[in-house]
């Protein structure tokens, strides 16, 4: 399990992460570009993947980590159940969603060759 404290303190311990609104939850974004976004209400955080690292995330558990089921899980949108997932593989996919989308001088820091 995952408090939302916990998604907080992680997704602003990247360099020049942010936290804004976004409709009803919590946006986390780097240089104006969300990498996360945190829906509180339903204990859920929503990461943007590229395609093979959405797939590789998803073949996990689908009740644990699986799809936007619309378009915007075509684009990489993926969605973690907060009461399911633990802190490392969490750690994990929120830093691969912020290299994801974080100039690559920001990405390059976090990314474990």
């Known amino acids: ?7 907080k303190t992680i997704a ?7 936290q804004h609104p976004h409709f009803e939850n919590i946006a986390f974004k780097v240089k104006k570009k969300i990498f996360a976004t945190l829906n509180e209400k ?5 990461l943007k993947f590229n395609e093979i690292d ?3 995330f998803t073949s996990f558990d689908k009740e644990i980590i699986y ?11 993926t969605l973690i159940n907060l009461a399911k997932v633990n ?4 750690r994990d996919a929120i830093t ?3 290299c994801t989308v974080a100039p690559a001088k920001l990405a390059e820091k976090y990314q474990q060759f």
């Open 54 to 56: 959405q797939s590789v």
């Open 12 to 18: 602003l311990s990247f360099e020049q992460s942010e």
């Open 67 to 77: 799809p936007v089921p619309n378009k915007w899980g075509k684009q990489g949108w």
């Open 42 to 46: 339903e204990n859920r955080a929503c």
């Open 1 to 7: 399990m995952v408090t939302i404290e916990t998604v």
């Open 87 to 90: 802190e490392e593989m969490f």
């Open 96 to 98: 691969t969603a912020y």
